[in-house]
């Protein structure tokens, strides 16, 4: 008989299941570790393979940490609110709360066939009425410390969708999601005040384990800059303009000025004759997004007003223009423009020929007409600055600025407050209502949660008016503190409201009198290794970590930062196939004929893409699990190369894993399957493998406290290797095996461990320890010379002999390149210490 994953693996998960072996409770005598993925939206179409990339990842980690005795909480929960579960309910006309319902339990069906290790006794969804009620309870908090307000905002407005969104959701000018262009529009919306906490996001970012790229994007997002606002006065207006400088320093370098084309000034400034021609301007800018006026790409124009401007410090007069590169919603909306020293500035002033001042000494030989001077040097032609180097000359104005009243040192963000309110039916309701005076009043506590109505009706709305406003009964209510008429807030918070705080309320998810109980919270925070993909880099963690720093100076929440450590998962694509006009075809319909591939008659491009249904390249994890079962997928997804690599699918990789897991079972069971005792026992002499055992623990605990799960894979294959070449297998060895396997393949590993005579689930046996002068490696580094000089380095066993070191060295690739390239002259070799080629080109 052969592995039979199809049997082995329900029963299992049925075990598991039946007897909670994963539960978790809180153990003050045990040190706990917390594993957390990014919690799944549940789409309509189920996972695919590329989804449980991640989730393999944790559920390995969170195995092998209980198996070295630490307590771990691995939970699992849906994001099930917000525009995409919206959406697929309107493409299929069933209500979003059925659509999203059927979703997870599809979801949650594809994740236990995989058999991750979740205590599902914490499973959560956002769209639950106890989880609505914390959610809305955090709002509230926000509302009572200043952190929420309404305001008058110039929004991102998606006509596809209906709704507003927030800056991180629009990149070049489209809504992220699903590329659909978005428009500015005015709107009062809710605000989140997370500028108040810029510096701290900033801070705290260098106490956290994370991939510095994604430090380095929040860094970049938050934009702390550090400068002066500076006044100039408009010539024969009665006007003023501010800008704000990170170079005050450079002031006399100024030679204009330019304003945003939605400045407020730029009508009542522009002279009479130029007024056609700003108003063209303008109108033209307005046609541009955001990408389009400030990328490296776009192209410089502008417009002259007709104004002039006076420099504070010198009195000079400065043309004002109009420039689309200039955006009014960072900063002030104008600039002073120094383009000796700034490359945008400098391409301006040279397409329209304005002068261009040296005022930071450039070295010998450079050309300041040419190109802008970015770099640092001492200030020249600036007046009481001349001679002072770039950081003394920055306080000297500042503090001249400060003194004359004519601007202030300030720090600046790129960071925007958040604009919380979204114009759609499938979302948290805001707990406010509005009273007839205009007053505002937050529902009281103790009613929340407050839930959406029953809409039948929940699409958006064409003139941007929220869909709950339909629900006539609803929005009427009283204010509960006076009984006086009140309108209920129709707008609903954005889906990352609920993700903001999930991971807290998986530690404690039945508790009726509080977010979460302080010695839980305590005890399990922060989250010890959190998992998921790089998109989320800005959005979710930004969010999360600015709703965390407020629960945390309510005293909520006892640790600065939510995710001590994070790891992103790299991208697993797929093979598509796309013609010229990019009409993608089935892979049934394509054939390869020599190398080039047709649908029919029509030649199509095969490429690596990402899956996705419309490119049908999905491949369901549930037909490879019941074609190969889980733990040979597990296998495969975490053996296909390092876990944050991109990496494309194959199929029949899958099939190798199933043929490995195959070769551990006839190591441990004879052909009846049954524990083949002629092999497994306590045999001696077997020295070689006890020393690879120890070896192997070593590498694979290595392994797995670094992520590196490929490599741990390849060496259980190696042990594998050894004892199925072997006659007699000491049975520490071969449990050392299975047990090492078990994070990975548990199934397998908990049918062998029962096999081999344990009573007991695997699941909390000691993990393996090793000897670690038995571990050591037997390898030495060599050393490989070309004519005396060190050219590689090669590693083989140790004290070789003059004959067995020249023949390790002439096995290298690299050596044998060399040789067939050059004529050798002489071969010298040191026995335990290198090899010395004499050579002279061919």
């Known amino acids: ?18 007897n909670e072996v994963f539960k978790t409770e809180m153990d003050l005598s045990r040190e706990k570790i917390y594993v957390l993925d990014m919690f799944p939206y549940p789409s309509g179409a189920g996972l695919h393979v590329g989804h449980p990339e991640g989730y393999t990842a944790t559920d390995i980690y969170s195995r092998y940490k209980r198996m070295r005795g630490f307590n771990v909480l691995h939970p699992m929960g849906w994001d099930a609110y917000g525009l995409p579960a919206e959406r697929y309910a309107m493409r299929t006309g069933v209500h979003p709360a059925v659509t999203t319902k059927k979703n997870i339990a599809t979801f949650r069906g594809q994740i236990k066939r995989l058999g991750f290790s979740y205590d599902w006794s914490r499973e959560l969804s956002t769209t639950d009425p106890k989880f609505i009620r914390w959610t809305q309870w955090i709002f509230l908090q926000l509302y009572k410390k200043g952190l929420a307000y309404q305001a008058e905002v110039p929004v991102n407005w998606c006509p596809a969708q209906g709704t507003v969104l927030a800056n991180e959701e629009v990149k070049d000018g489209k809504y992220v999601e699903t590329g659909d262009p978005v428009e500015q529009r005015l709107m009062r919306q809710w605000m989140l005040k997370i500028t108040a906490f810029a510096d701290r996001l900033l801070e705290d970012l260098e106490d956290v384990d994370w991939p510095e790229g994604i430090k380095a994007m929040q860094r970049n997002w938050i934009g702390r800059s550090e400068g002066a606002d500076i006044t100039f006065e408009i010539e024969g207006v ?8 990170t170079r005050p320093d450079t002031l006399y370098g100024a030679t204009y000025a330019v304003l945003a084309p939605e400045h407020p000034l730029v009508d009542a400034i522009t002279a009479d004759e130029q007024r056609e021609a700003v108003s063209a301007y303008r109108k ?18 502008g417009v002259f007003t007709g104004a002039h401007a006076i420099n504070p410090v010198n009195g000079e007069r400065l043309p004002i223009w109009v420039a689309d590169y200039v955006l009014m919603g960072y900063g002030t909306g104008a600039i002073m423009a120094v383009p000796a020293h700034d490359t945008r500035d400098h391409e301006f002033a040279r397409l329209y020929d304005l002068p261009i001042r040296e005022v930071v000494q450039s070295p010998p030989g450079h050309d300041i007409q040419a190109e802008a001077w970015t770099g640092d040097g001492v200030a020249v032609n600036s007046g009481f600055l001349d001679a002072m180097t770039v950081s003394d000359a920055k306080a000297k104005m500042v503090a001249w600025l400060e003194q004359e009243k004519l601007g202030a040192g300030k720090v600046q963000y790129r960071l925007r407050d958040w604009l919380f309110s979204r114009q759609r039916y499938w979302g948290e309701p805001f707990p406010i209502l509005h009273k007839a005076d205009g007053s505002i009043v937050p529902v009281p506590e103790n009613s929340l949660p407050l839930l959406p109505p029953e809409l039948d009706d929940y699409k958006p709305t064409e003139d941007g008016r929220p869909p709950l406003e339909r629900a006539e009964d609803w929005v009427r209510t009283t204010d509960p503190e006076t009984g006086e008429p009140a309108l209920r807030e129709t707008n609903t918070m954005p889906q990352w409201a609920g993700s903001c705080w999930y991971y807290l309320r998986f530690i404690d998810p039945d508790n009726e009198s509080m977010l979460v109980d302080p010695e839980k919270e305590k005890y399990w925070m922060p989250v010890d290794l959190y998992v998921g993909g790089a998109e989320h880099a800005v959005l979710h963690l930004l969010y999360a970590r600015f709703w965390h720093k407020v629960l945390y100076d309510l005293g909520v929440v006892s640790t600065r930062e939510p995710f001590q450590r994070l790891f992103n998962q790299g991208m697993i694509l797929a093979y598509s196939y796309r013609d010229e006009a990019g009409k993608y075809y089935e892979p049934g319909e394509v054939e390869d004929r020599d190398g080039k591939y047709f649908a029919g008659d029509t030649p199509v491009t095969r490429k690596i893409d990402k899956m996705s249904k419309s490119r049908y390249n999905v491949v369901n994890p549930d037909d490879v699990v019941s074609e190969y079962g889980a733990d040979s997928l597990r296998l495969y997804e975490m053996f296909m190369g390092p876990l944050d690599v991109t990496k494309p699918w194959q199929t029949s990789g899958v099939g190798g894993m199933k043929r490995f897991l195959s070769r551990v079972w006839r190591v441990v069971l004879n052909d009846e399957d049954e524990l083949d005792t002629l092999k497994v026992g306590d045999f001696a002499g077997q020295e070689e493998l006890v020393r690879l055992r120890h070896k192997t623990v070593r590498a694979v605990t290595e392994d797995l406290e670094g992520l590196r799960f490929n ?6 294959m190696e042990l594998t290797n050894a004892l199925t ?15 090492l396997l ?7 590993a908990e049918e062998l461990w029962s096999k081999l005579g344990h009573e007991e689930t695997l699941a909390y046996a ?3 320890q090793f000897d670690a002068d038995l571990a050591k490696d037997d390898l030495t580094e060599y050393v490989v010379q070309v004519n005396g000089k060190v050219r590689y380095k090669i590693d083989g066993e140790a004290n070789l002999d003059r004959e067995k070191l020249m023949a390790l060295a002439k096995a290298d690739a690299r050596v044998q390149t060399l040789l067939a390239e050059n004529t050798v002259i002489k071969e010298i070799a040191v026995p335990g210490k290198l090899v010395n080629f004499v050579v002279k080109p061919k």
Do not use: C, N
């Open 284 to 301: 033209k800018a307005a046609e541009k997004d955001e990408e389009e006026r400030t990328g490296e790409d776009a192209g410089k124009s």
């Open 238 to 245: 009665g006007e003023r303009f501010t800008v704000f400088s």
């Open 725 to 739: 070449g072997t006659e007699e297998r000491p049975r520490e060895v071969v449990e050392t095996l299975v047990l």
């Open 766 to 768: 000691p993990w393996p």
């Open 711 to 716: 490599t741990a894979i390849a060496r259980l």
């Open 1 to 18: 008989m052969a592995y039979d994953a199809g049997a082995i693996e329900p029963k299992w998960q049925d075990f598991w299941e039946e």
């Open 742 to 748: 078990a994070p990975m393949a548990p199934h397998i």
